[in-house]
């Protein structure tokens, strides 16, 4: 079993629809969750670190249900930019170690 | 961005070559890490300095030879390279190695092909 399984996408959407993302990790003693985003031929980037009791940052929601060991991604109003990949993060243990998902893919489409 | 670097952004090497990749982050950071990103597959973690120190090795085969000389700088030594090995190299920093909470930051990467 992976330890961060992603929904594999692609999720092809308009433009202004919502999309949601969803996650999970194996491992119950993951301490952090992130989500980055990767465009394509880029770097990854970071989009929002994940807390237990939810939390927005203007269009994009994420939320952390630690005993079904799931995280999501809500994007609200999706514009054309959203388009990218979309990485779930878990570190686990005492140091950084950060272990990705295989990604998400979101094309926005007019 | 130039928070992190990386040289060179593109790679073609034969599989006797012996070729660098270098990194350089201008964060004041002091861990640093190792990336591999293959197609159709998860980024994986390859090598972790925390203030100069190998903290983390995942069993990475020793074609692969990392050098930390210091905090800001980090080296990715490459030789006798198989196919398999053509991927995306990533560099990232972060304040330290040690927190769950730290974010990491990547550089643009290095696309390396192998023949």
């Known amino acids: 079993r992976k330890e961060v399984e992603q929904d594999p996408g692609p999720f092809n959407v308009p433009e202004g629809a919502t999309v949601a993302f969803n996650c999970t990790y194996s491992?119950?003693?993951?301490?952090?969750f992130f989500w980055y985003r990767q465009d394509c031929r880029k770097e990854p980037k970071l989009l929002m670190s994940?807390?237990?009791s939810g939390n927005e940052d203007g269009r994009f929601t994420a939320q952390l249900n630690r005993a079904s060991q799931y995280i999501s991604l809500l994007i609200r109003d999706s514009k054309l930019s959203d388009s990218a990949t979309y990485l779930c993060?878990?570190?686990?243990?005492?140091?950084?170690?950060?272990?990705f998902g295989a990604g998400t893919r979101l094309a926005v489409h007019p | 961005e130039t928070g992190v670097t990386q040289t060179p952004r593109h790679l073609v090497m034969g599989m006797t070559n012996k070729k660098s990749l270098k990194c350089e982050q201008h964060?004041?950071?002091?861990?640093m890490y190792w990336y591999k990103q293959s197609a159709k597959k998860p980024l994986e973690l390859m090598f972790v300095?925390?203030?100069?120190?190998?903290?983390e090795n995942n069993s990475v085969p020793s074609r692969f030879s990392p050098e930390c000389p210091n905090s800001s700088h980090l080296f990715l030594h490459l030789h006798t390279l198989q196919p398999e090995d053509s991927a995306l190299y990533l560099c990232?920093?972060?304040?330290?190695?040690?927190?769950?909470?730290?974010?990491?930051?990547f550089g643009p990467g290095t696309r390396l092909l192998v023949l």
């Open positions: 994940v807390y237990s």
């Open positions: 964060l004041g950071h002091n861990a």
């Open positions: 990232a920093s972060s304040r330290e190695g040690s927190g769950a909470q730290e974010t990491q930051y």
């Open positions: 491992n119950s003693a993951s301490q952090s």
């Open positions: 300095y925390n203030f100069k120190e190998q903290t």
């Open positions: 993060v878990v570190n686990h243990g005492g140091y950084n170690k950060l272990i």
